[in-house]
């Protein structure tokens, strides 16, 4: 039994009908590589449940507090079933992205069971007609519950139902699965007294930990060392209430040209030319509309505060920066110039502060005035009222440079999906993957009923960036000197003011510069 931390629980208190809180991705298939060419759903049930012992995630569901009094906990499910997790669908002909995008996006509107372990998969077949991916090709829709995972333990998961080779042969757990007893309302109840009679403590070390860290952020600020890279966040389209209908889309670019873009900026990143990329976009997309605002719009991006140790670990382990995108600037390369900029800005403050133990303040918060809160902020719409505090999310979930397969079956691409909610109508999941890079987005149908048109202007702000870099010089490396070896002298030590001594004199190593 493992108790969800109050970021976790964050997750569940914010899930409405309208706002559920998981996350997923499209990932797509090629079965001519599996044995025999083909791969039938049987096989895929087959493969996840050969693999069902290296993830947490698979077979766990809530406990919940009565009341509310304290956080759930996670508790195996002794009714697992597999096939309600694992479900089947085909697309009528011709099997094309826009038909995919459209059934992605309602499979992605529903909420997942939150009696059962939290997470589905939908195999869809038919996929006939999508440019670059082979006919015949199959895609698995997944959705995981944001409270069970983050960015970085999705990857887990991945890695789990994914192996490096066709075979994908996998060791068999030490012993067979036996869930746990389920705990009663009564030991929920004393477990919640005992942790209320902690907090105490537990807040006092906290506190200890990020003392210095927020004496030297403030310090920084003080000084001017470090500066807060936000002022006002405009108030878009995307920052009031959503419906329950979504879209999803996305666009596939080289990495490798993502690269030269970056490195046309001495320092810059790839996220920085994610950023830019998303940015441009937006400023498209807004300007077509007529809505664009004079201000930069700002993103959240997530970072990962997940130690070694914690690799397949439940829940979520991130803090959050956030960073201006410059929407409000016309030239794509002093677009990217900027993000470089504030992004930098952004870190320095970041780090100063102590993100890990920013995002343990989380664990404080009271459960019962937690859940409270997040369903008055839904039901008196008061992202309608307040000032945003960011207007998009942008999440970059690094995969590997080699190819991954499936029951023998290669992944081409995959797409990420992820949650909008009251006062944030657009997420921006990037995936990275043999070579290629994935920029989607998640969105509510009524603020954007046009997807195929951002999708557009993601490929077009990308080209206008690719254009503008490659007008730019390449950097000349940067060389460090080699500092030159110290001549070595050999002064001998004045015996002035010394008594006389029988030892010889000391040698004292004078560098040539003194």
């Keep these: 039994m493992e108790q969800l931390s109050g970021l976790d629980s964050a997750f569940l208190f914010l899930e409405t009908p309208r706002t559920p809180m998981h996350i997923g991705g499209i990932a797509i298939y090629d079965p001519s590589t599996a044995p025999n060419s083909f791969v039938r759903f049987k096989d895929i049930l087959s493969f996840i449940e050969q693999r069902m012992h290296l ?152 506190i200890v930990k990020s003392a210095p860290g927020i004496a030297r952020m403030v310090g920084g600020l003080a000084r001017g060392n470090l500066r807060s890279s936000i002022g006002s966040v405009p108030r878009t389209r995307f920052n009031g209430s959503v419906s329950t209908h979504r879209v999803v889309d996305g666009r596939d670019f080289s990495l490798s040209e993502i690269k ?34 004079r201000e930069s719009m700002v993103c959240m991006a997530p970072i990962s505060v997940r130690a070694a140790g914690e690799k397949n670990a439940l829940g979520n382990q991130v803090s959050a920066m956030t960073i201006p995108i410059g929407t409000h600037i016309a030239d794509p390369f002093g677009r990217m110039q900027f993000v470089h900029e504030e992004a930098q800005a952004s870190k320095a403050l970041t780090n100063a502060a102590g993100a890990r133990q920013m995002s343990e303040y989380s664990q404080f918060m009271p459960s019962t005035l937690s859940g409270l809160a997040a369903r008055l902020y839904v039901r008196l719409g008061l992202a309608n009222r307040i000032a945003p505090m960011f207007n998009t999310v942008i999440t970059n979930i690094p995969g590997p440079p080699v190819p991954l397969y499936m029951n023998g079956a290669r992944l081409v691409t995959q797409y990420g999906l992820g949650p909008v909610f009251e006062g944030m109508g657009i997420i921006h999941p990037v995936f990275s993957y043999c070579g290629r890079i994935t920029i989607s987005f998640t969105s509510d149908r009524s603020i954007m009923p046009d997807p195929e048109f951002y999708a557009e202007c993601l490929q077009e702000s990308f080209e206008e960036l690719k254009a503008a870099a490659s007008k730019k010089p390449m950097p000349a490396p940067k060389v460090e000197p080699v500092p030159e070896a110290p001549a070595v002298v050999a002064v001998a030590t004045s015996k002035k003011k010394r008594r006389p001594t029988k030892r010889k004199p000391k040698l004292t190593i004078v560098s040539a510069a003194e």
């Design 260 to 293: 030269d873009i970056r490195a046309k900026l001495p320092g810059a990143t790839v996220n920085d030319a994610v950023m830019t990329i998303v940015g441009g976009a937006l400023r498209k997309y807004l300007k077509a509309k007529s809505e664009l605002p």
């Design 55 to 206: 993830a947490k995630s698979f077979r766990r569901k809530l406990a919940n507090v009565p009341l509310s009094l304290d956080f759930p906990y996670w508790v195996d499910d002794p009714d697992f079933d597999l096939e309600y997790h694992v479900r089947h669908i085909a697309l009528p002909q011709p099997g094309d992205w826009r038909q995919l995008c459209i059934q992605a996006a309602r499979l992605h509107s529903r909420p997942v069971d939150l009696s059962k372990p939290l997470w589905e998969f939908t195999v869809i077949e038919g996929l006939n007609n999508v440019p670059g991916v082979p006919k015949g090709s199959y895609a698995i829709v997944s959705k995981i519950h944001h409270a069970a995972i983050d960015g970085v333990s999705g990857v887990d998961i991945a890695n789990a139902i994914h192996s490096i080779d066709v075979a994908g042969t996998v060791a068999p757990p030490d012993r067979a699965w036996v869930p746990e007893r389920t705990p009663t309302s009564v030991e929920l109840l004393a477990r919640a007294q005992m942790n209320t009679l902690a907090t105490p403590l537990r807040l006092a070390r906290t």
